[in-house]
């Protein structure tokens, strides 16, 4: 009764964290997922600032975040079979190059295809540490709350990085120079993802796939899977509309500068409630989570619209914040369901591709529509992203109960 009573007091994330080998591989993925803040923000800021054009950073932006995703899963796959050393080792090289070539072309006023191709690169190349770090914490711990924990631990620490990130970002392309919040992103990317890599110890194990899983299935066939994948892309558009249009609604506010300061405060508020909720053990369905997260987060993000000043905006996206990670938690909580063991980092890996492909999709129409009626517009794109999320996810919401 007493060590009950002294488990339940025990903090759950120093607890977690605990676990050997976890503390390190967490901050070392934390270093290396630095870039999935910065590149799409600081490649919007570098080409706006350079080219003059919000559309063309939009579509730039787009190919590298879509190049990303499609790739990604790709990647994960390999990882599954191969072991992430072996994998992630080469990308790392490949991803410095794509940004470095990204870079110089841009201060060199070079075409924009040759942009495209440098941040398709550079995109392609970038290993999901997201899914990577899960597949660790799954392969550490086997108690079901506690890795409701690490999940959420992750979460909050994509969050940390969404605050962190594009501040960074902005401030270096604003104070410093329009590329450098590109360089630092490609400086962290290497530098945590070769850490990562040096872990050896908690790295998890490759796990050869049953006789009858046949030999290419797949983890996107699995039931249950195209539904979250087509509501987190509409997630993902949310995301990539946000970040194009509140850097279009600062400078016509004529404070640029704090674009990356109103995107952390949507971070934050995501990041309270992912600790919040992580701390406690939910016995509800996770799919009707799921669903009131998404329903949540469309009526948010619908408020941006009606936004008249930064502080207003700063404000709503606090708010509507505190529905992204715990949505979030629960969709990778459910694909841990879906998924069967030698396909976990894959499975993993498609949440974050289908939002960033959704952040592509996003960035492209707001950028487009940004040059042509204002940041305003921009926002409308966010606005129907996210009522998209909330109807697919509550129709298909019986689907994903019985698969789960």
Not at 164 to 170: D, E, N
Not at 245 to 255: I, K, N, Y
Not at 273 to 282: F, P, S
Not at 290 to 303: C, E, K, P, R, Y
């Amino acid at each position: 009764m007493a060590q009950d009573i002294a488990q339940a007091r025990k903090n759950p994330y120093l607890d977690v964290l605990s676990s050997p080998g976890a503390a390190a591989f967490s901050t070392a993925a934390a270093i290396a997922r630095m870039p999935m803040s910065m590149i799409g923000i600081g490649t919007v800021l570098m080409v706006q600032t350079l080219y003059g054009s919000y559309g063309m950073a939009g579509r730039v932006a787009a190919v590298l975040g879509l190049a990303q995703a499609l790739v990604s899963p790709q990647l994960a796959r390999w990882v599954d079979r191969r072991g992430q050393r072996v994998i992630l080792l080469p990308s790392l090289g490949v991803t410095a190059l794509g940004l470095a070539g990204l870079v110089v072309a841009g201060v060199l006023h070079a075409p924009e295809p040759v942009l495209w191709l440098f941040a398709a690169v550079a995109g392609a190349s970038q290993g999901s540490y997201g899914s990577m770090v899960r597949a660790r914490w799954s392969h550490t711990l086997r108690d079901p709350r506690r890795l409701h924990t690490a999940y959420s631990l992750e979460s909050a620490v994509d969050e940390l990085v969404y605050i962190a990130g594009p501040i960074l970002a902005t401030t270096l392309a604003t104070a410093v120079a329009a590329p450098s919040g590109l360089v630092v992103a490609a400086v962290a990317t290497v530098g945590g993802g070769l850490w990562f890599c040096s872990l050896r110890g908690t790295e998890p194990p490759v796990r050869p796939a049953p006789a009858d899983a046949g030999p290419h299935r797949s983890a996107l066939l699995t039931s249950g899977m195209p539904v979250l994948l087509v509501a987190f892309v509409s997630t993902g558009t949310i995301f990539g509309a946000t970040e194009v249009a509140t850097v279009a609604f600062a400078e016509e506010e004529g404070a640029k500068a704090m674009a990356g300061v109103v995107l952390a405060v949507f971070a934050a508020g995501s990041l309270l409630a992912g600790l919040a909720y992580g701390a406690r053990h939910w016995v509800s369905p996770a799919t009707r989570r799921f669903t009131i997260g998404m329903a949540a987060l469309a009526a948010g993000v619908s408020l941006f619209f009606l936004a008249n000043s930064l502080w207003a905006l700063a404000a709503v996206m606090f708010v509507a914040g505190m529905a992204i990670a715990p949505t979030i938690i629960t969709g990778n909580a459910l694909v841990q369901e879906l998924m069967e063991p030698h396909q976990l980092t894959e499975g993993l890996a498609w949440i974050g591709t289908a939002i960033g492909i959704g952040v592509s999709i996003g960035a492209s129409l707001a950028g487009a529509r940004v040059d042509d009626a204002g940041a305003h517009a921009g926002f409308l794109v966010a606005m129907v992203a996210g009522w998209v999320a909330a109807l697919v996810t509550f129709a298909a919401g019986r689907t994903l109960r019985r698969r789960a």
